[in-house]
């Protein structure tokens, strides 16, 4: 499976920012899709995931629970996060990853897209 983020950028404290993730390849084997984060300086950080058949099992790190909404798009293979009310602690370069049953871990991983939250 190959991933591609987009949607990233710079925006103020309080604003809102929806990244995506295309899913191509063999995405019929695609089990869970995750969001996960690294900041300059900080080891790389989940941030939500979902299991690509349940979306309703859905989960949130503390830190962006009630403030960010995953969803996912199964026709267009795309999954999107959705970032409410931004902080200046959210900067950070963001990866979108999946993962098969199999698998024990995430198994393909995108090339992240830089959200910088900066007034």
């Known amino acids: 499976v190959q991933l591609q983020a987009s949607g990233g950028g710079l925006v103020k404290p309080g604003e809102s920012l929806t990244l995506s993730c295309l899913m191509s390849g063999r995405t019929d084997k695609t089990w869970q899709m995750g969001w996960f984060r690294q900041a300059p300086g900080k080891v790389r950080e989940f941030v939500a995931s979902m299991y690509w058949r349940a979306a309703a099992l859905t989960r949130y790190s503390e830190s962006v629970k009630g403030r960010f909404t995953m969803t996912r798009d199964t026709r267009r293979n795309t999954v999107h996060l959705q970032m409410n009310s931004l902080q200046t602690e959210d900067t950070a370069v963001y990866y979108c990853?999946?993962?098969?049953?199999?698998?024990?871990?995430?198994?393909?991983w995108g090339q992240g897209t830089q959200v910088t939250v900066s007034s």
């Open positions: 990853a999946s993962r098969t049953e199999e698998a024990s871990e995430y198994n393909s």
